[in-house]
């Protein structure tokens, strides 16, 4: 599995087990090679989990995890790791995460204990960290990503972040 600082991902949970303190996936720029286009097919098989530590949230919880939800990339783990909110949010996720998703909340220690507990749950080749309040700039993010890591030589893949005023969103 793999991982995301400033919405970066990397190869292997068992490599990477530390952290970053903000990461937003935004946008994620791959450049594609003749040799890239050749790996596709096995851009397609490979299996992403998204790590969302959430508190608290339920007023930005609902687009984060439907931009995990919209998605192009077939094979998506979401975990998200709720904190034992008091404000809604476990109800909110209880009724409207996907199948292929996992819920856990139990008291933690913060972000990074909840992040470390999420990465020794993950199943993914590739695995990224959407914090409850971020969402994805479009449905191809994870798509670009895993067409990215097609290439053997890619460890680390980063997209841009961008700053977005909730009242000036859509």
């Given at each position: 599995p793999t991982l995301f600082p400033y919405t970066t991902l990397f190869r292997s949970v068992s490599q990477s087990r530390y952290l970053t303190s903000k990461v937003c996936q935004k946008k994620c720029y791959?450049?594609?090679t003749h040799a890239n286009q050749l790996r596709?097919?096995?851009a397609f098989s490979l299996k992403i989990t998204v790590l969302t530590a959430v508190f608290n949230s339920i007023n930005t919880i609902a687009d984060s995890i439907h931009s995990v939800q919209q998605q192009s990339h077939a094979d998506i783990e979401h975990i998200l790791l709720d904190a034992k909110s008091t404000d809604g949010t476990f109800e909110f996720l209880q009724k409207n995460i996907s199948h292929n998703s996992i819920l856990v909340s139990e008291p933690d220690q913060g972000i990074y204990y909840a992040l470390n507990k999420g990465l020794n749950l993950a199943t993914g080749d590739v695995i990224g960290i959407m914090h409850s309040d971020d969402f994805y700039a479009?449905?191809?993010?994870l798509s670009d990503v895993a067409f990215a890591f097609s290439d053997p030589a890619v460890d680390l893949v980063y997209g841009d972040l961008e700053y977005v005023d909730r009242k000036y969103r859509d």
């Amino acid at each position: 599995p793999t991982l995301f600082p400033y919405t970066t991902l990397f190869r292997s949970v068992s490599q990477s087990r530390y952290l970053t303190s903000k990461v937003c996936q935004k946008k994620c720029y791959a450049q594609a090679t003749h040799a890239n286009q050749l790996r596709k097919g096995w851009a397609f098989s490979l299996k992403i989990t998204v790590l969302t530590a959430v508190f608290n949230s339920i007023n930005t919880i609902a687009d984060s995890i439907h931009s995990v939800q919209q998605q192009s990339h077939a094979d998506i783990e979401h975990i998200l790791l709720d904190a034992k909110s008091t404000d809604g949010t476990f109800e909110f996720l209880q009724k409207n995460i996907s199948h292929n998703s996992i819920l856990v909340s139990e008291p933690d220690q913060g972000i990074y204990y909840a992040l470390n507990k999420g990465l020794n749950l993950a199943t993914g080749d590739v695995i990224g960290i959407m914090h409850s309040d971020d969402f994805y700039a479009d449905s191809n993010v994870l798509s670009d990503v895993a067409f990215a890591f097609s290439d053997p030589a890619v460890d680390l893949v980063y997209g841009d972040l961008e700053y977005v005023d909730r009242k000036y969103r859509d």
